[in-house]
């Protein structure tokens, strides 16, 4: 079984779509297809046939392509049980802790709702990949439109265990965005001066951001750190506040910056 090669396609204004190809089967997925034509041009460009979707949600900048794409391709769409009315042309519906096989790479379906309900994740281990849709951004998390922030911080918890060099392939570039709100939790936090120094240049040659490792988010995202004294003291909160509630004012404070 070999690591899975991951393309990142951007589209849109910020969207990116993957494309995931498992090599000893030929089995390729693509990850949130917002629109078709670039994955189809992509796709032909790398000579691989598309056999699965996968959807984390069901916004439509993340299934927008799945109906000309299975129609052009005959792929299979993956998506979660309780979303499979909002899903267009679902097939398979999985839910939390699900195993799913593409090809002869083995993802673990985790629910993350909050952002929507019944947004999944998918973490394939032996790639060291994690597909975490608008749940988890590099250096932010996606705003709260179905779930409470109680729900969002349990489901930003469930990432924190998986080890350090999870790539963390999210569905928006918003990282510059993300660390201007980032710096006015934490000011003295220097993994985060450096790593904003990083996207700063990154971005300036116009490259993505986008993987990120979950090792490095752990350190500097203020959504993954609630429960951290320096975050709680950022935005106002006493040590032994709860860090749901923490959450839920850093989630608050973003949406108005
Ligand atoms: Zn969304
Ligand atoms: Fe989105």
Redesign the pocket.
């Known amino acids: 079984m070999s690591r899975l090669v991951i393309d990142q396609i951007p589209v849109l204004t910020d969207n990116y779509v993957y494309l995931a190809h498992d090599p000893d089967s030929g089995a390729t997925a693509a990850i949130d297809p917002a629109v078709a034509p670039p994955v189809l041009e992509r796709l032909d460009a790398k000579g691989w046939r598309l056999t699965h979707i996968l959807n984390t949600?069901h916004?439509n900048?993340?299934v927008g392509g799945n109906l000309a794409l299975k129609q052009a391709t005959g792929a299979q769409i993956v998506g979660h049980r309780k979303d499979s009315a909002r899903i267009p042309g679902i097939d398979i519906e999985v839910a939390d802790g699900d195993s799913f096989l593409l090809g002869t790479a083995a993802a673990m379906v985790m629910e993350v709702s909050g952002?929507?309900i019944g947004h999944i994740a998918f973490w394939f281990p032996a790639s060291h990949a994690l597909f975490c849709?608008?749940t988890l951004f590099a250096l932010g998390c996606?705003r709260l439109?179905e779930g409470s922030g109680e729900q969002m911080w349990g489901s930003l918890k469930k990432f924190r265990p998986l080890p350090d060099d999870t790539l963390v392939y999210c569905?928006h570039e918003y990282t510059e965005a993300n660390a201007r709100f980032a710096r006015t939790v934490e000011r003295h936090n220097q993994d985060l001066t450096d790593r904003i120094a990083e996207i700063k240049e990154l971005r300036q040659h116009h490259k993505p951001t986008v993987p990120s490792t979950l090792g490095i988010e752990r350190k500097t995202n203020p959504f993954l750190r609630a429960d951290v004294e320096s975050v709680k003291a950022g935005v106002g909160l006493p040590p032994e506040a709860d860090p749901a509630q923490v959450f839920t004012e850093i989630r608050r404070r973003k949406d108005v910056f």
Do not use: K, L, N, V
């Open positions: 949600h916004h900048d993340h952002h929507t849709g608008d996606g439109f569905a």
